[in-house]
């Protein structure tokens, strides 16, 4: 049995409440917003954490700056995370039920490490090629690792697909220090 966290919990809980609502597409957008919202300004992310302010207030902040904004789904949800303590782990969260997303639409996400920043276009190619080999529907998050030298480097699914300079020269290596 999966090992079930507060994260996948309520990232279920609100997964299985979009979907009967037909509005998991529109609540991950406005959970992205609110990450978004996080991201730009942390003192609000902090502010609603503080255990010393009541979750009245907090709510009253939430509603100032989302009402209008969001769905009521998801501005009652993130009352909920309020009241039950919880709003701390909304990214948590929010990355739980975004991977259920991903798995309703047969999506597997992987990294892609390169020397240098791939366009949109390489990295739709290598989607494109890595998911024909695994049969999926691949996206991929392309990162620098200038390590490699040239070349790219995938990790999907607990795989490793190496088209790297570096892992040439290694192989090179060793194949020179047996013989």
């Keep these: 049995m999966e090992n079930l966290t507060v994260d996948t919990v ?10 009967e609502l037909n509005m998991l597409d529109a609540i991950q957008e406005e ?18 954490k503080r255990p010393t302010l009541r ?4 709510k009253d902040v939430l509603k100032k700056i989302f009402e209008g904004k969001l769905s009521a789904p998801t501005l009652n949800f993130l009352f909920v995370l309020v ?3 919880r709003i701390g782990q909304f990214t948590g969260i929010v990355r ?17 490490y390169s020397a240098v920043t791939l366009s949109d276009a390489q990295i739709a190619k290598l989607e494109d090629e890595t998911g024909r080999l695994l049969q999926k529907n691949v996206k991929l998050t392309n990162e620098l690792d200038v390590d490699l030298i040239g070349g790219v480097r995938i990790y999907i699914d607990g795989k490793i697909f190496d088209a790297s300079i ?4 290694d192989q090179m290596k060793q194949t020179l220090l047996r013989q």
Excluded: H
Aim: hydrophobic residues 40%; charged residues 40%; glycine residues 10%.
């Design 31 to 48: 959970l992205q917003a609110v990450r978004d919202a996080f991201k730009e300004y942390p003192e609000l992310a902090e502010l609603l």
């Design 10 to 19: 309520y990232g279920l809980g609100l997964f299985e409440a979009g979907s």
């Design 166 to 169: 570096r892992s040439r020269i």
């Design 96 to 112: 739980a039920f975004e991977k259920l997303m991903d798995e309703r639409n047969g999506i597997t996400k992987g990294m892609l």
């Design 83 to 85: 009241d039950k303590r």
């Design 55 to 58: 979750g009245e207030d907090k």
